[in-house]
């Protein structure tokens, strides 16, 4: 591993100093934060934060004291203060900061440390998918329509995890491995690498059968590369940036062997990892460069449709009432947001009603969502309660894990309401064209 | 003061989720918006969700000599929540309901906690408004703005927060649960004590409820933008609209170091090379009579020199209004820290104060950006710093003090809208006199004789 040559805030907590100092303290973050706005808590909030890690650099109170790291990993990283805040603080460095400092201090707890080792053995994690995906049984009943319940002894470990709590099936095979590594178009307007992210591979294989089926549409050359693995954003979260930036890395190579133009991803939150995250934690290494160029090439699917390639339009009808929620990741830091709007109201039969807060968070924040329930579950009532006063036949977004606490937030809250990706729509609109 | 026995006999009165007691939940607890003044973190932080609770915790507090700091959002900008003495922080954040909405007598009765911008999002169903808007209404609490007297950008037409109070419900210093006011428009009954305690920076008393006034929506609304070469000519034409009966609900005005900074930022189309420019906007219910006025203001500008933009959609007026929601984040991108002064003269003394301030930043070697509500001489002048740099801290330092000395010399106040808290607190003899703070403190010992409440704030209690 080359050593870091740039001292950057993951390994030196004094260099956050100078982000900390930009906040004013104003509370503009106070009026976006969906955790302030549960627990109206200051230490819950973006500012409160702030003043902790200010705390810890004067001395006043020990990184590793408990209820500080409580309170700092109480935290989505769903940037949307970054969207309030006047000074332009940036804030997603600031936490990501402190809790890598966290978890150099103190280690990462035993759970996450299993987790993230098996992580980091990109074959060693598909077979444990795999495996688990066989035996899900044992934890999760099936409900039929490929959606699981958990067992009721999963309860004791995890109060999210009562009788009401539902995720989609864990597929046997993965998406990675049925589709073909390289799809080529007859006559190509380009070549773009699929991320299919986690998610999608083992969760939402559909959504991956339906992007590919887009670009087909359009002309282009797909390449989903095996050696793909996961984007690194769930560890790095948890202040595990060790591994984030071997799985960047890793990720980085794997770009390198093909010759693709661009990089698709179908995740807010992968794409942002790529996009930005990447040349952030690769900093002084000698892969800040090769980041820096990939970083150029990612695009969300709507965006890489509308602007980059020129696009097929949807001319099959879809008769459907749909209300789109911005994932986090996807509005806030790869800021698209009208891109997916653009597409959804070009497709024939299709009616957009916008809820009153579509950017406001589901709940889910990667882990947030089992390791916070009690906020996160008032988080994603509120997001589910705004939904359906939509009355949408579905709710669509473009990022699976919001589709999986959306998912489950409608099971739990009663909305009769599907959930779907935003290339599930298009896909379909195509399909339609095709048998008209 | 704070010790176990305290601790616990706060988790008595408020629940055991509501008391905070781990120093890392308390250190975000030691400050507000306020830049440069002292931090302290309190010894308790409580939640009440009831007077009861809070009359409990003055008994509490009064047998032991401990200070009591009353906080809505913390988001104040003049030092009035910071626990200055440890203490007991009281967070409104959970007494946050509105209690009723009488449209018929035209008020809102709420308990502190709420924030501004849900209270107009409630009265909004009935075509009703509570117009104070201070540029944090998303977060601010209404007791918070009630506590500071809080301003905004319609306060030429439509005052301020001590124009929207008409009673309330307070806990004394002493104990007792005090109501006065109520929903009549004529109430003369008494001390007015309304005005007593807005304003009073929770130095006299714990507000627990409040009646507010609404007034009808306004129906029709113009907004224009206009540039001037001259700074005298952008402020010849605030006088000269007000001359002319014309009331603005906004007046704006921004200098040119806020110009060229809010473009370089947000590149909204500004020319950056005039002295000043003026967002105006006028409103009501007729559309007659709003097109009149927006069409005399139009006419003033033309009279001063100005060249203008007047929106004529929705879209094309927010993005007027994006230049001046641009001024502070600019501003605030150039350096690590800004500390943003209110100081406020009378609008014929505008030009004056402006040019006063310009020379104030040349003499310290500061950069200025001055913006702000002309139609009230309510400036902003906005000074950008590095808080590591000790020279420039210095020089910061003098031209504050030099900025208000001007202010009052110029007939004006130390703070149009922000208050005096902490921060203006050394300042305050050279606006009231020995006279006016000598009243100040009889009234404060005579209501708090144990000077439990918010001390250190708002009245110098030693010389």
């Known amino acids: 591993m080359t050593m ?13 100093k100078r982000e900390l100092i930009r906040c004013m303290k104003c509370g503009n973050c106070m009026s976006v934060c969906p955790i302030y706005n549960i627990e109206k808590k200051e230490a819950s909030v973006a500012r409160g934060k702030i003043a902790l890690g200010e705390a810890v650099l004067k001395d006043e109170i020990n990184i590793d004291d408990e209820t500080l790291v409580k309170l700092i990993f109480n935290c989505l990283v769903c940037k949307s203060c970054m969207m309030a805040c006047p000074s332009g603080v940036r804030f997603d460095r600031i936490i990501l900061g402190l809790r890598s400092a966290i978890v150099k201090k103190k280690g990462l707890p035993f759970v996450k440390k ?73 006559e190509p307007q380009c070549s773009a690498i699929f991320f299919t992210g986690c998610s999608v591979n083992y969760l939402y294989p559909q959504v991956g059968d339906d992007l590919i089926y887009v670009l087909q549409r359009n002309n282009i050359t797909v390449i989903t590369p095996k050696s793909q693995n996961c984007c690194g954003m769930p560890v790095m979260v948890h202040g595990d940036i060790e591994t984030a930036i071997e799985l960047a890395k890793r990720n980085i190579d794997t770009f390198e062997k093909s010759n693709a133009q661009y990089i698709i991803t179908v995740c807010g939150s992968c794409g942002s990892a790529l996009k930005h995250e990447y040349p952030i934690i690769l900093e002084g290494t000698d892969y800040e460069e090769r980041a820096k160029k990939w970083s150029g090439k990612v695009y969300d699917i709507s965006s890489f449709l509308l602007k980059v390639i020129k696009f097929e339009k949807p001319k099959g009808k879809v008769e459907l009432k749909v209300t789109y929620h911005d994932s986090c990741h996807l509005k806030k830091s790869m800021k698209v947001f009208n891109e997916p709007r653009q597409l959804i109201k070009m497709i ?36 589910v309660d705004d939904i359906k006063t939509t009355e949408a036949d579905a709710v669509c977004t473009g990022c699976p894990a919001c589709m999986m606490e959306l998912f489950e937030g409608l099971h739990r809250f009663g909305g009769n309401c599907n959930v779907i990706h935003t290339v599930n729509l298009l896909a379909q609109s195509y399909r339609a064209e095709n048998q008209s | 003061m704070i010790d176990k026995t305290f601790i616990e006999k706060c988790r008595n009165i408020f629940g055991r989720d509501n ?27 409580v ?6 609770q809070i009359q409990e915790l003055i008994f509490l507090a009064r047998q032991t000599k401990t200070p009591i700091y009353p906080r809505g959002a913390g988001t104040s900008l003049s030092g009035g929540p910071v626990p200055l003495s440890k203490g007991v922080v009281i967070s409104f954040q959970k007494m946050n309901k509105v209690i009723e909405i009488d449209p018929d007598n035209l008020t809102a009765t709420v ?23 201070p540029g944090s209404m998303a977060t601010a609490t209404v007791g918070g703005s009630v506590a500071e007297n809080s301003g905004g950008l319609r306060g030429l037409k439509y005052g301020v927060t001590k124009h929207y109070i008409m009673g ?63 700074l005298e000519e952008a402020g010849k034409t605030v006088t000269d609209i007000v001359r002319n009966h014309v009331i603005p609900a906004t007046l704006e005005i921004m200098d040119k170091v806020t110009i060229q ?65 641009a001024a502070l984040p600019a501003l605030a991108q150039v350096k690590p820290s800004t500390v943003l002064e209110d100081a406020t003269v009378p609008r014929t003394k505008l030009v004056e104060m402006l040019i006063a301030i310009q020379n104030i930043a040349k003499k310290y070697n500061l950069m200025i950006g001055t913006f702000g509500h002309a139609g009230d001489g309510n400036l902003h002048p906005t000074i950008l710093v590095d808080p590591t740099d000790k020279d420039e801290m210095e020089r910061l330092h003098k031209a504050v003090d030099e900025i208000f000395e001007i202010a009052l010399s110029l007939g004006g106040t130390l703070s149009g809208e922000h208050g005096i808290g902490v921060a203006k607190i050394k300042y305050l003899k050279n606006e009231i006199g020995r006279s006016g703070v000598d009243t100040m403190r009889r009234i404060k010992q005579a209501l708090d004789p144990d000077n439990i409440l918010n001390p250190g704030k708002l009245v110098p209690m030693e010389d």
Request: proline residues 6%; neutral net charge; contains cysteine.
């Open chain 1, 4 to 16: 870091a040559s740039v001292k950057t805030f993951f390994d030196d907590i004094e260099t956050l």
């Open chain 1, 114 to 186: 299993a987790l993230f080792g098996l992580l980091k053995n990109p074959e060693f994690f598909d077979k444990g998918m795999k495996a688990f995906a066989a035996m899900q049984g044992l934890f999760l009943k099936s409900e039929g329509d490929k959606k699981r319940k958990p067992k009721g002894f999963l309860k004791a470990i995890n109060p999210r995890l009562d009788e009401k709590f539902i995720v989609p099936e864990l597929s046997k095979e993965s998406f990675r491995d049925k589709v073909n590594e390289i799809i080529e178009a007859k």
């Open chain 1, 348 to 383: 024939p039969g299709i009616k957009l009603i916008e809820m009153k807060k579509p950017d406001a968070c589901c709940g889910s924040g990667g882990s947030y969502h089992l390791t916070h329930s009690d906020t996160a579950l008032k988080i994603s009532k509120s997001k």
């Open chain 2, 19 to 45: 008391v905070l007691t781990d120093k890392a939940e308390l250190i975000a607890y030691s400050y507000d918006a306020t830049p440069g003044i002292p931090r302290e973190t309190p010894g308790v932080v």
């Open chain 2, 47 to 52: 939640f009440p969700e009831n007077t009861k």
């Open chain 2, 111 to 133: 308990q502190p906690g709420v924030i501004i911008a849900d209270l107009n999002v409630a009265v909004s169903k009935h075509g009703l408004l509570y117009p104070p808007d």
């Open chain 2, 168 to 230: 309330m419900e307070v806990v004394m210093p002493t104990g007792e649960v005090f109501r006065f006011g109520g929903k009549t428009v004529k109430n003369v009954t008494a001390y007015d004590f309304t005005h007593l305690f807005v304003g009073s920076e929770g130095t006299l008393g714990i507000i627990t409820e409040i009646i507010c006034k609404l007034i009808p929506a306004p129906k029709y609304r113009k907004a224009m933008i206009a540039f001037f070469n001259k």
């Open chain 2, 261 to 325: 900074t809010v473009e370089n930022y947000a590149k909204v189309g500004l020319p950056t090379d005039v002295e000043a420019l003026l967002l105006i906007e006028v409103d009501g219910m007729g559309q007659d009579s709003v097109l009149w006025e927006a069409e005399k203001c139009v006419e003033i500008i033309k009279q001063n020199n100005g060249s203008y933009k007047i929106a004529e959609t929705d879209s094309e007026r927010d993005s007027l209004w994006a230049a001046r929601r």
